[in-house]
């Protein structure tokens, strides 16, 4: 009793109390405001990569628009020949005088983007029919389900 | 004067701290006073520094998919004045304040967006121009090194209608 009624030296406790609160309290703030940052430059990073193979995918549309308006005969079977010789690694479908031309676009970190155009037979250019990003597959580690026994009545 | 008999004893109770105490007590609050004032500074110009990157990487979107669609006339793009201007390069600039409104005067403010089009391939009624967009802070940072720090840039190709002269009045 004698220790807890005395009452000396009770302020240092509370000064060093509240200082450790605040340097707590600063660590945090810090710590919350660098994790937002990281996010930000993330997002930054995600939408300049998006751009960078939209852009590839904008060359590669002007560069077969460019070669079929140069194509005397616009039917579509002679297009397609001219467009299996300019890439192989394009993948077209034809439906009756339609041509659609697919392409994906990789960068090094497999960010996937996929391209469609559309070619009507007899016309001078391509149209843009999707342009977007190709979602990841993954797949979850050591999932185990466990078997639910159903009681029917 | 009249004081009680409690506080008269308290009064000539001549306990205290040395001067050596008190210089060291003080020395050392005063050193965590200031690491204190130092996270919370910096932790503000993070803030700051996410809080102008995540606009930047908006405005720069906003301005890329406007060139896409093609209005010229429209913002953002009706916010810019043409610094150069040539057949195969033309450059735009324009002055934002912190709230990201269009200003006239570099006086008032804060952000430089610089646009540069080149013009790599044309065809008859589309052309495939090289993008680049940057945004610039034109005051350092609290914490910064660089006079005009580079926030946020991309660079990417659009196959679009011929830009002309008309398009950038």
């Known amino acids: ?153 | 004067m009249y004081l009680p008999i409690n506080y008269k004893t308290k009064l000539q109770n001549k306990k205290g701290f040395t001067l050596v105490e008190l210089i060291i007590s003080v020395g050392i609050l005063s050193l965590l006073g200031v690491l204190i004032l130092l996270f919370f500074m910096s932790s503000k110009d993070v803030g700051l520094r996410t809080k102008e990157l995540d606009q930047s990487v908006y405005h720069t979107n906003n301005i890329i998919e406007s060139m896409k669609s093609e209005d010229w006339e429209k913002e953002p793009l009706n916010d810019f004045n043409v610094l150069t201007l040539s057949n195969k390069k033309i450059t735009l600039s324009s002055l934002y304040d912190d709230h990201w409104n269009s200003v006239n005067q570099e006086k008032k403010a804060l952000f430089r967006t610089i646009i540069t089009i080149d013009k790599s391939s044309e065809n008859s009624e589309r052309s495939l121009y090289q993008i680049s967009v940057k945004v610039i802070r034109l005051k350092s940072y609290f914490r910064g090194k660089k006079d005009n720090p580079l926030i946020h840039s991309i660079q990417t190709s659009l196959y679009i209608g011929n830009i002309s002269e008309e398009n950038l009045k």
């Open chain 1, 1 to 153: 009793m004698k220790y807890i009624n005395n009452k000396k030296g009770s302020s240092s406790i509370l000064v060093i109390l509240t200082f450790m609160m605040l340097v707590i309290f600063s660590i945090l703030v810090m710590m919350s405001s660098y994790s937002d940052y990281k996010l930000a430059q993330k997002n930054a990073s995600y939408t300049k990569e998006y751009y960078e193979l939209s852009g590839e995918a904008n060359k590669y549309w002007s560069e077969v628009d460019s070669l079929i308006s140069n194509i005397s005969n616009n039917n579509v079977n002679s297009i397609l020949e001219e467009l299996e010789k300019f890439d192989t690694n394009t993948n077209i479908d034809i439906y009756e005088n339609t041509l659609i031309i697919s392409k994906t676009f990789k960068n090094n970190k497999s960010k996937e983007l996929l391209i469609k155009l559309e070619y009507l037979e007899n016309s001078q250019f391509l149209n843009l029919l999707t342009l977007k990003e190709v979602p990841k597959e993954f797949e979850y580690e050591n999932v185990d389900f466990e078997d639910v026994e159903v009681y029917i009545e």
